[in-house]
Every structure is written in structure tokens, then in C-alpha cells.
Nanobody, 126 residues
């Protein structure tokens, strides 16, 4: 079993920055692939960024490329999402997710992730 606990959300003005953290515990083989997703009220949960925690390869949604950075500290077993130049449209509940394996073409799709955190709210004001 894997447990994921997010932290770091909050309220910020447009143009500001936040760093989200996701502490992972449990079987290491179940967190080879990790991602950040977000869900705004009335919208589908969408993939923001994902990482292969073994080799460090990353993928980003077009809407956050150049502004967000996903990283993993394997020693601390913690996933991060550095969010810069935040916009009001980034406002959402942000979730951390993990899986043992996900095909490269599907790493921003929520369906293949087995484990989810409880979420942390990010609110960006204009």
C-alpha cells in the first residue's frame, strides 16, 4: 500500500509562486511514476506534470510548460511541484498520484494511476 500526503497549497496573487510537496510512503516499486493533477470546480481532473522517478524524465501539460517544474527527492521520498508565474486559471485542488508503471503516452492521464493523495488547494487571485 502507498500513502501520499500533499502540502504547500495556499492563496497567492497572480504572478506569484508556490511549491507543493507530496510525501510518499509504502512499497517503493509502486511509485516509479508520479504525477500532479488538478481539478477546478465543475471541471475534469487534468494532468499537470509527471515524472519517471527512476531516470527523472518529465512531461508537462501545455498550459504549465515553462512555469511549473516537477521533481522528486528520492532520499526523502518526496515529490515537488514548483509553480511560478501563477495565473488565476491555475486555481484548483492539486493532487499527487503514483503508479508502478505507466506508458509514456499516458502519464498525464488520471486513469492509470493507482494511488492518490487527499489534495491541497491552490487559489490564485488576479
Amino acid at each position: 500500500q502507498v500513502q501520499l500526503v500533499e502540502s504547500g497549497g495556499g492563496s497567492v496573487q497572480g504572478g506569484g509562486s508556490l511549491r507543493l510537496s507530496c510525501a510518499a510512503s509504502g512499497y517503493p516499486g509502486s511509485t516509479n511514476y508520479m504525477g500532479w493533477f488538478r481539478q477546478a470546480p465543475g471541471k475534469e481532473r487534468e494532468g499537470v506534470a509527471a515524472i519517471n522517478t527512476g531516470v527523472g524524465t518529465t512531461v508537462y501539460a501545455d498550459s504549465v510548460k515553462g512555469r511549473f517544474t516537477i521533481s522528486k527527492d528520492n532520499a526523502k521520498n518526496t515529490l515537488y511541484l514548483q509553480m511560478n508565474s501563477l495565473k488565476p486559471e491555475d486555481t484548483a485542488m492539486y493532487y499527487c498520484a503514483a503508479a508502478g508503471y505507466i506508458r509514456s503516452s499516458r502519464r498525464l492521464l488520471k486513469d492509470d494511476y493507482n494511488y492518490w493523495g487527499q489534495g491541497t488547494q491552490v487559489t490564485v487571485s488576479s
